[in-house]
């Protein structure tokens, strides 16, 4: 089936320590988007890319990077997580025409 | 200002009928999403709202009012796996279809 996947579904990480997630799409989806949602919160849009466009919130916060080396991958980059960013972070993908966004399962994200 | 709301908590019946609403105010308007979340997973689309009136699938059912700024959502014959937050979505304008969310409401479906 097609689908979007994020990998790993459970992060721990250390203050300060560098973490990569990850999320693929088979739904041949043009544009990627990547949300952070904490808990009891709606999800926050970071970034998106149109194509290869990278499109960053004005309000994300540089700490956040993040790379799309081909259609169907994606990755978010946390340079220095901090407490803070311990979150639960969703990968979503649409194709342009389209109205309906597909999320992932999540990335659920702790920093000890 | 972008700005959704909704309620916080609701509580329903099984098998009773329920209401969630949401209000808007944003900058642009290009349709109302609704999504499903259970606890720890993923949103998964409900219904999509861009003109106004009910749209009905299934046991779900989404009402729109571009004028009032107004949707909500309907539940018939809940069930136990109903249980859920249930986030609004607005579209905004541009190509790249950014997603407003509300902060959901967390209904809980009593036996």
């Known amino acids: 089936d097609a689908m979007v996947i994020q990998n790993p579904r459970y992060q721990v990480t250390q203050f300060g320590k560098p973490v990569t997630l990850s999320c693929s799409q088979t739904?041949?989806?043009?544009?990627m988007y990547w949300y952070q949602q904490k808990s009891s919160q709606a999800p926050k849009l970071l970034f998106h890319y149109y194509d290869k466009d990278f499109n960053n919130e004005a309000d994300t916060p540089d700490n956040f990077q993040s790379r799309r080396p081909n259609t169907s991958f994606c990755f978010l980059d946390i340079r220095s997580p901090g407490l803070g960013d311990a979150a639960m972070y969703l990968c979503?993908?649409?194709?342009?025409?389209?109205?309906?966004?597909?999320f992932g399962p999540g990335t659920r994200l702790t920093v000890l | 200002g972008q700005n959704i709301d909704q309620p916080t908590e609701m509580t329903a019946t099984e098998g009773a009928i329920v209401q969630i609403n949401c209000t808007y105010q944003?900058?642009?308007?290009?349709?109302l999403f609704w999504y499903q979340q259970h606890a720890g997973e993923a949103p998964t689309f409900l219904s999509y709202?861009?003109?106004?009136g009910l749209e009905e699938k299934g046991r779900f059912s989404s009402f729109l009012s571009r004028s009032k700024g107004y949707s909500y959502l309907l539940l018939k014959e809940l069930q136990m796996k109903d249980s859920a937050s249930y986030l609004c979505a607005v579209k905004g304008g541009g190509a790249t279809n950014k997603l407003i969310f509300g902060t959901g409401t967390l209904l809980a479906v009593q036996p």
């Open positions: 739904l041949n989806h043009n544009v």
């Open positions: 944003t900058s642009g308007f290009n349709g």
């Open positions: 979503a993908t649409k194709r342009t025409g389209t109205d309906t966004q597909y």
């Open positions: 709202n861009v003109l106004d």
